[in-house]
């Protein structure tokens, strides 16, 4: 990678190359007549301490690569090495005990707590998975975890459902942190809410950062809060990534136009009004369906005959990577 | 399209099943005690006649081949010979069909269209006195024993008012058959006393099979209509002022149809099981009485034969209900 | 300008399992022809709530209107006979656009029997039924052969207006064979079919991608423009609001907070809940500032202005009393004790 | 756990069916416990009275006399142990087989799952009183004979339920993250799963009880029963054929014993689907 590793120290701490994961398209009969290409060739590289973005618009296959990564989907090409060790062929035992420094936050985090279990059980669970740590030093742990995230010791003894929606989502993030994880995966985190706790959300995601040394890869669809999370962002299309580069570098000069036309799509107060300006037309055609060459060419206001002929690859211009003939 | 794969889905999975259903039966059948053999043979005979009759039978070889040559058997459409009737179980069975058919049909359509105007009117009205009575009525539906059902009736309509037979199917001789089933046939005979006759006689064993597929069906568009009446679509009717009655019997009808179609298929089976007793208690020649008589004399082969026709009925019936459920939901995917 | 719609003094109750929540406390508003009025709030905050009650539907038995009135071209639409109510103002003088494009088509009938069975009801060519005339109900009822056929013609149109490929053929289709993006064109032109007085947009492109959602803004925002329709559009996401309204209403926990122009109201907010959600939009690169707290349960709402709680310039007058409306500027109007901008 | 128990007891205690559905069972229970206290005639168990048959109902005979002279209401009394013992063990046993398979089957995505779940749609395939007549025929009548039987064949309703709850589940975030979060299926099935599907079981299984007990006398009304003079209620009314319509009362009072106790799990089923699993709680209150 041309990316530049030489402001962070050590090595990646988690790199992908040529990640595929595919899924069996069937027709009526069970037969499988094709493949939809959710993941089709991503290289990446994660840097400890960084929160790197991962955007694109539903279908993109930005989350089907989170899952992947995370071992809920088993990559059908290409390597996953995290801490230096190949992940992606791990089965079993050996591949959940990658758990205990990869984890994944799910939408909402609330969600993911078993409605009936104690938030004590709960928190306690991690560690009784991952580590042999007698009761007692389970309990100092939970302990200090709950504070990390803000809540009052007294909720370890209530249900799930006896907490409020921005508790359980702390609670939530309590259990994936007792493990001290190295890399968060933390999918769609703000999507669905409102501004206000969004913005306490991405807070708290902050100051856990700080307080647990976290990496996160921060897979969102929403441009303006990657834009204020995100040290360097990678924008995704059909299963590929089109545009890789520091944030500050990507939104002013966004050099492929998908990128470009996302970046128009977003309402800017107080700026020109998308309504009079967004040119954009169509939609994203169907992942089982893939057009020939550049995956963007059937929308690109740009695109010209050898865009159909041959796919373009990544590239550097200018410190930023870009997947485009034409940038 | 999607509607013939579906079918080609299901066909596919008819041989399988009816394979295993066949070995289930076959293995219960003659691995369990009881030597039916002896029985033919009757109490006087030797223990070397009944060898003899054994091995005429096909008994003492192997399990394996003995299931080998019965489904060889079977698909020449030989089903055996009935060990008490000595005709071909087929045959037997056959001649027996349509009074079955009639009946289960009867109380099919009894509950179908009683039953699903009932549950969505229940819905509609809910927690209404109607709702309440027809809450009592299904939950006694699904509760009764159908035999006692048919007794009671029995005691009630034919001992004491005299309003219906007591039994049987017809007194005096069938219409000329055409289709074996006597509504049909004494219709397209013209001829009315035939019919009236058929039909009295139908009507206890027709309403005593029909009650708890009613309650059934009841339940579930009952259970539909609230479900769909909760849904976006509906809302976005309502807040486009579509009549009423649009909305209710057009939309959310055909909606909460698709999840009691397939109630409907699951519902034969239990009308079938239940034509066994009912046709028990009311003398109704069919093959669920062909099937009480073969087992109370060990006739296996009359088991073997009604479970593999009941089975097959079953599945038929069910390949017909995904058909139904296809058209009205032109989304339906197999799966 | 004589409004087309005003609420007065609208309070609306639900009822629970864990008690009575008072969704809607006293809202008013109002909408002249032609306007877009952008209805802002987090969720929960009684938009949704309030966009029903206009339209009649709210939940029967589970919701109550407590008071007021909602005057719509010199009806009072609570007090009318529903039936009338049915019949000529819902789907007709008021139409929907459904937040949820993908649960809003019924899946089972092709698109082309929903817009048709619409336009059977609701087409501008259809003279309102008297109510004598209704001896069978209406499921039986015929489409009369040559209305249909202009109705058909119309919904063509309709259909590339809103710029669905092949109208022809998209009739034919069922819901699920389109996208969102398509679904949502054809809900606006849905809406638009009847020739309708007011749109009530209910979060139309929340559940869209920001491309998708820009184009369907741009399509319903000249839509509306070029037909002077006016529209009640609620959205929590201030963006959107900003990209399509003419003036905003910001509402939170069933109270109003403040109405302005869309100018004023993004360049000078008066609210300090206004001032603190606009704070609380990512910004890039910068610090994040939330509002501490958490919206309160509408079952035990605070007393007096709803926000007090959380609001840095609450004072004791603030918890005794709902503050009334007061105006900051021309249609700049306010519900605090202790605007901002004013002192 | 308790609490949790005490929950859905109170909860129970709102809902008018379930409550009734609790009632008729307890009464069925006591019925069966203590028969030898309520019956008025014990020994009629096994004794032979020809001098009183079929006396209608009166003071001295609560429910009449049987063809034998027996008094019927006892022998109902002792024929409510009958029906509760073939309840019990038939949906135990049938929870102990199906239970299993179906967490295997739903939690695995394999060929293995497939064929078990192949096996118990081929037991679907056939009307259940149809393979259970066959089943029992072989067998010979006898009480076990029943029970087997019954089992045998109610065994695949439960398996398909787990099933179909466990792929669901599988679906949830709680279920999918517990696992990302390193959980090794055991302790993802057997400490989240299945006390997450738990409901659905009870509920299915308060339903199969009415539904295995109207089996039972369908078989012992077919003669394939436990044989006489077990006082099995099925049978009975199938004695009683002979001597309608002058002595109703004869074939009146088993059917009704059967109906309230089918009632009775059919109530208390229908009652515990509303508490415990909020997704098909019967509308109240909500639009």
Redesign the interface.
């Known amino acids: 990678m041309t990316e530049t590793p030489a402001r962070y120290g050590p090595p990646p701490l988690l790199e992908l190359r040529e990640l595929a994961r595919h899924f069996p398209i069937r027709n009526a009969f069970g037969r499988r007549i094709g493949w939809l290409r959710a993941v089709d060739g991503v290289s990446l590289d994660v840097w400890p301490g960084e929160t790197l973005g991962l955007v694109g618009e539903s279908g993109c296959g930005k989350s089907t690569l989170g899952k992947t990564v995370m071992g809920i989907f088993t990559p059908t090409a290409g390597e996953i090495r995290f801490l230096g060790e190949q992940i992606g062929r791990l089965r079993g035992a050996a591949r959940r005990r990658v758990a205990k420094h990869l984890q994944y936050v799910y939408q909402d985090p609330g969600a993911s707590l078993d409605p009936r279990w104690k938030i004590r059980r709960l928190l306690h669970e991690p560690l009784i998975i991952h580590t042999t740590l007698p009761r007692a030093e389970r309990e100092t742990e939970v302990q200090t975890i709950l504070r990390a995230v803000g809540l009052p010791g007294a909720h370890l003894d209530l249900y799930p459902h006896e907490l409020s929606g921005g508790q359980q989502r702390r609670v939530g993030l309590a259990r994936i942190l007792t493990l001290h994880p190295r890399l968060v995966i933390l999918d769609e985190p703000t999507s669905g809410l409102d501004v206000s706790v969004q913005a306490s959300v991405l807070k708290l995601f902050r100051s856990l950062q700080s307080t647990f040394a976290l990496t996160y890869l921060f897979i969102s669809h929403d441009l303006a809060v990657v834009r204020m999370m995100c040290q360097r962002v990678a924008v995704m299309y059909l299963g590929r990534i089109v545009e890789l580069a520091d944030t500050t570098a990507l939104f002013q000069t966004p050099r492929h136009p998908y990128t470009q036309s996302l970046l128009a799509a977003v309402p800017q107060i107080g700026g020109r009004r998308v309504t009079q300006e967004f040119a954009l037309e169509g939609e994203p055609p169907s992942p089982r369906q893939m057009p020939s060459g550049c995956r963007f060419r059937t929308r690109c206001p740009i695109a010209v005959a050898r865009c159909a002929a041959e796919e373009p690859a990544l590239r550097e211009i200018a410190g930023q990577q870009v997947a485009c003939h034409l940038a | 399209m999607r509607i013939l794969a579906l079918l080609l889905r299901r066909l596919a999975w008819f041989i399988p099943t009816l394979l295993g259903l066949l070995a289930i039966t076959f293995v219960i059948s003659r691995v369990i005690p009881g030597d039916p053999v002896a029985l033919i043979a009757g109490d006087t005979a030797t223990p070397a006649q009944v060898e003899a009759l054994r091995r005429q039978l096909g008994l003492d070889r192997p399990l394996p081949v003995q299931f080998v040559t019965y489904v060889t058997q079977l698909v020449r459409g030989d089903m055996g010979t009935s060990l008490y009737t000595t005709r071909p179980i087929a045959d037997d069975l056959a001649s027996r069909l349509p009074a079955t058919i009639e009946l289960t049909l009867a109380a099919m359509a009894f509950s179908i269209l009683i039953g699903i105007p009932l549950g969505v009117v229940s819905a509609l009205w809910r927690n209404s006195v109607l709702d309440h009575v027809l809450r009592v009525i299904t939950v006694s539906g699904l509760a009764i024993a159908s035999f006692w059902l048919g007794i009671m009736l029995q005691l009630l309509f034919a001992m004491r008012l005299g309003w219906t037979p007591l039994n049987g199917r017809l007194q005096g001789f069938p219409p000329t058959t055409v289709t074996g089933l006597y509504l049909v046939d004494s219709v397209l005979a013209w001829d009315w006393t035939a019919f009236s006759m058929a039909l009295t006689h139908l009507a206890l064993p027709a309403a005593t099979l029909a009650f708890p597929a009613l309650a059934t069906l009841v339940r579930f568009t009952r259970a539909g209509v609230l479900d769909v009446m909760q849904s976006n679509s509906v809302l976005y009717e309502h807040a486009m002022g579509l009549p009423r009655s649009v909305i209710v019997w057009k939309y959310i009808l055909r909606n909460a149809l698709t999840s009691t179609v397939t109630q409907i298929g699951l519902l034969f089976g239990i009308l079938l099981a239940g034509a066994v007793v009912t046709e028990t208690v009311f003398d109704w020649p069919g093959i669920g009485t062909y099937a009480v008589n073969s087992i109370i004399r060990s006739d296996y082969n009359g088991v073997m034969g009604f479970t593999v026709w009941a089975g097959a009925i079953f599945m038929i019936v069910n390949v017909l209900v995904d058909i139904a459920q296809g058209f009205i939901d032109p989304r339906a995917r197999p799966s | 300008m004589a409004d087309l719609l005003s609420v007065r003094g609208l309070e609306v109750e639900f009822v629970t399992d864990q008690g009575v929540a008072r969704v809607l406390d006293r809202i008013s508003l109002r909408i002249a022809p032609g306007e877009v009025v952008g209805l802002v709030g987090e969720s929960g905050c009684g938009k949704t709530t309030l966009a029903r009650s206009i339209l009649g539907i709210l939940p029967m038995g589970a919701a109550r209107v407590r008071g007021g009135e909602i005057q719509f071209k010199g009806r009072d639409l609570l007090r009318e006979d529903p039936r009338v109510v049915n019949e000529e103002v819902r789907g007709r003088a008021i139409t929907v656009i459904p937040q949820d494009p993908f649960t809003s088509f019924n899946p089972l009938f092709t698109v082309g029997a929903q817009v048709m069975d619409l336009m059977k009801w609701k087409s501008p060519h259809r003279a309102v039924a008297a109510r004598t005339q209704r001896r069978w109900p209406a499921v039986l009822h015929r489409y009369p052969r040559t209305r249909y056929r202009a109705d058909r013609a119309a919904v063509l149109e309709a259909l590339r207006a809103v710029h669905l490929p092949e109208p022809e053929r998209a009739l034919g289709r069922l819901p699920h064979e389109f996208s969102g993006g398509q679904r949502q064109r054809l809900m606006i032109a849905m809406a638009l079919l009847p020739r309708p007085d007011l749109v009530i947009a209910d979060e139309p492109t929340t559940a869209l991608d920001v491309t998708i959602q820009a184009q369907i803004l741009r399509l319903l925002r000249q839509l509306v423009k070029e037909r002077g329709v006016s529209v009640l559009f609620t959205t929590h996401d201030l963006g959107t609001a900003y990209e399509i309204c003419d003036r905003v209403v910001v509402m939170y926990a069933g109270q109003e907070m403040e109405a302005a122009p869309t100018g004023v109201f993004f360049d000078r907010p008066a609210h300090p809940y206004t001032r603190r959600l606009l704070e609380s939009l990512p910004s890039p690169g910068g610090e994040i500032r939330d509002i501490p707290g958490e919206v309160p349960s509408l079952i035990a709402p605070p007393s007096g202005c709803r926000f007090h709680p959380r609001c840095d310039y609450a004072t004791t007058e603030c918890r005794a009393d709902r503050p009334a409306e007061r105006a900051v500027g021309g249609q700049h109007r306010v519900h605090c004790f202790h605007p901002l901008g004013s002192a | 756990m308790v609490s949790g128990a005490w929950f859905v007891l109170t909860r129970l205690c709102r809902d008018r069916?379930a409550m009734i559905g609790l009632i008729l069972i307890l009464a069925l229970v006591l019925c069966a416990l203590l028969a030898p206290v309520l019956a008025t005639h014990p020994d009629d168990l096994f004794e032979l009275h020809p001098a009183k048959r079929l006396r209608a109902p009166s003071a001295e005979h609560l429910m009449g006399t049987d063809r034998m002279g027996s008094d019927i209401y006892s022998r109902l009394l002792f024929g409510a142990r009958i029906t509760i013992l073939i309840g019990i063990i038939a949906v135990g046993a049938s929870l102990v087989i199906g239970v299993p398979i179906g967490l295997l089957a739903g939690y695995y995505h394999s060929w293995v799952s497939d064929l078990l779940m192949?096996?118990s749609?081929?037991?679907?395939?056939?009307?259940?009183?149809?393979?259970a007549?066959?089943?029992a025929?072989?067998?010979?009548p006898s009480l076990p004979n029943v029970i087997l039987a019954l089992s045998v064949t109610y065994w695949p309703w439960f398996a398909r339920l787990v099933y179909a709850e466990t792929r669901s589940l599988q679906n949830?975030?709680?279920v999918?993250?517990?696992?990302?979060?390193?959980?090794?299926p055991f302790?993802l099935v057997v400490l989240?799963v299945l006390?997450?599907i738990a409901s659905p079981i009870i509920v299915r299984a308060s339903i199969g009880m009415?539904f295995t007990i109207?089996t039972a006398?369908?078989l012992g009304?077919?003669?394939?029963g436990p044989p006489p003079p077990t006082p099995e209620w099925?049978r009975t009314?199938?004695e009683?054929?002979e001597f309608?319509?002058d002595a109703?009362w004869y074939?009146?009072a088993?059917?009704l014993a059967?109906?309230?106790t089918?009632?009775g799990f059919?109530?208390l089923g229908?009652g515990l689907r509303d508490v415990l699993d909020p997704r098909?709680r019967r509308?109240r209150?909500?639009?």
């Open positions: 069916s192949r096996v749609d081929i037991f679907l395939a056939v009307p259940q009183v149809v393979l007549i066959a089943i025929q072989t067998l010979g949830e975030v709680f999918e993250s517990t696992a990302a979060l390193g959980a090794s302790r989240h006390p997450s009415g109207l006398a369908a009304f077919l003669g394939l099925g009314i199938a009683s054929r309608l319509p109703w074939a009146l088993p059917g059967i109906f309230l089918v009632m059919n109530l229908d098909l509308d209150g909500r639009g």
